[in-house]
């Protein structure tokens, strides 16, 4: 029997190991996953093309932003008129930091009306395609929409024997709020510093680690230096796999006070709810998939009620961890334990199987 041969676009990402999982459970399920260089040059081969982040729009630049724009709508037109079944992931409601936002939502309209299946990974998804595009092309596109959720890091990165907590010097009796992935400014990093400067706890350490934008980890720099508290590990580096299981041992806590304007999704909960971490973040599309209660989450209308918002549900879980330790931990554990059922590798490969097998029949 003829494998099915799919690009896989991007076919992996430095900061994203979701692609190399997704790669892996494909291959098993008796895929050929090709990049999409490799993909290019056997095009007359190719059935299928997942295409993860292609609406978003990387350019300042005014005009490469409209020459990139009209390229990507050309190839989705030519991916259709080569027969290829193309399967649009959308992963958030537009690019974090693009400088024309209009553009990226635009080129997500053709992509659902030219999209043979669109995988959305939360049900809030569906609720923004409504919203933003209204219902004439959400009901014209209702059936050929798949939810499949973010898959569980349960397992992924390597067991690292490494005792940060003893390297920073932090006691077991002092809660650590972690922060762990790319610094970019639509994660509001700067909350974070803010609520440590405002803080009065001292059996409190907040850690930030991670690399990206290197002029706002400037402006974080400049902001710790201007604070005069010392609750502040900024590491800004690239964090390996291999160190991954060691930082989130030395946590209590994760802290990801995400944009509501572009975010549906966040790989940092799953990342955390699948080591036994609980997360204080707004209510996005991934935590609203949760029951009611589980993670202190928080809502706001405007960008600047949102750091009262984040300090309300922070001053809750850390209440919580130092009042009533054992309801903290209960929450976490069925995090963890609702993670690795629902969003396991076994059950996501099982439903992109069978999405790929009934669009190639």
Not at 199 to 210: D, E, M, R, T, Y
Request: proline share 2%; charged share 25%; glycine share 4%.
């Amino acid at each position: 029997m003829r494998k099915i041969k799919t690009i896989l676009y991007p076919i992996k990402l430095e900061s994203n190991i979701s692609f190399d999982i997704k790669k892996k459970y494909l291959e098993e399920s008796g895929f050929e996953v090709l990049s999409f260089k490799e993909g290019i040059k056997r095009f007359w081969d190719i059935d299928l093309i997942n295409l993860n982040f292609f609406e978003i729009i990387h350019s300042q630049n005014a005009i490469l932003c409209i020459i990139k724009f009209v390229f990507k709508w050309l190839l989705i037109d030519l991916f259709g008129l080569m027969n290829w079944k193309i399967v649009y992931t959308i992963h958030n409601k537009q690019g974090h930091s693009s400088r024309y936002p209009q553009l990226d939502i635009c080129l997500m309209k053709h992509m659902l009306i030219k999209s043979d299946s669109v995988v959305v990974l939360c049900d809030e998804t569906k609720a923004y395609i409504s919203e933003m595009f209204g219902q004439r092309l959400y009901q014209g596109i209702v059936n050929k929409i798949t939810k499949i959720p973010l898959v569980s890091y349960e397992g992924t990165y390597p067991a690292c024997d490494i005792d940060l907590r003893q390297q920073w010097n932090i006691s077991e009796n002092e809660m650590v709020i972690m922060f762990l992935g790319g610094v970019s400014p639509y994660k509001n990093i700067e909350y974070i510093m803010k609520y440590a400067n405002e803080c009065n706890l001292h059996n409190i350490k907040f850690v930030i680690a991670g690399n990206g934008d290197e002029r706002y980890i400037k402006d974080l720099q400049k902001l710790l230096e201007e604070s005069s508290k010392d609750q502040v590990l900024f590491i800004p580096r690239y964090i390996s796999n291999s160190e991954i299981t060691a930082f989130l041992a030395a946590s209590d806590l994760f802290l990801i006070p995400l944009n509501k304007r572009s975010s549906l999704n966040s790989g940092s909960c799953m990342l955390a709810f699948s080591h036994h971490r609980n997360v204080v973040c707004p209510l996005i599309g991934t935590v609203k998939e949760l029951p009611e209660g589980l993670c202190y989450s928080y809502d706001y209308e405007r960008e600047e009620d949102h750091y009262l918002a984040m300090k309300k549900a922070l001053d809750k879980a850390i209440l919580e961890f130092f009042d009533n330790r054992a309801h903290f931990d209960e929450k976490q554990e069925k995090l963890y334990q609702l993670t690795v059922s629902n969003n396991a590798v076994d059950v996501i490969k099982e439903k992109y199987k069978d999405l790929y097998i009934s669009l190639c029949k």
